[in-house]
């Protein structure tokens, strides 16, 4: 048997269905304000979103996934999504 030193899979999309937690989080907050959100319009608003909020200067991911998670809910006219102390 032939020993490696490092062994290395991509998970994103095998192991984690990171579309279905995007959409499910999203539904779920909105709904809680009364407001439905169409899956689809939310990860293609998270698509076209993420990267401009990924764009230099640099910032903490959790400070990128709060300027997208605002830019997603503006999008979809869900007003709902207000800054956190978290964010």
């Given amino acids: 048997m032939r020993r490696y030193d490092i062994v290395t899979f991509d998970c994103y999309g095998t192991l984690i269905d990171w579309e279905s937690g995007i959409a499910d989080a999203f539904r779920?907050?909105?709904?809680?304000?009364g407001v439905e959100l169409d899956r689809d319009a939310v990860l293609r608003a998270y698509a076209e979103h993420e990267p401009m909020a990924e764009e230099p200067p640099f910032r903490a991911y959790r400070?990128?996934?709060?300027?997208t998670a605002r830019r997603v809910a503006s999008r979809t006219r869900w007003d709902g999504m207000r800054p956190t102390a978290a964010s």
């Fill in 28 to 33: 779920d907050a909105a709904r809680a304000d």
């Fill in 63 to 67: 400070d990128v996934l709060g300027d």
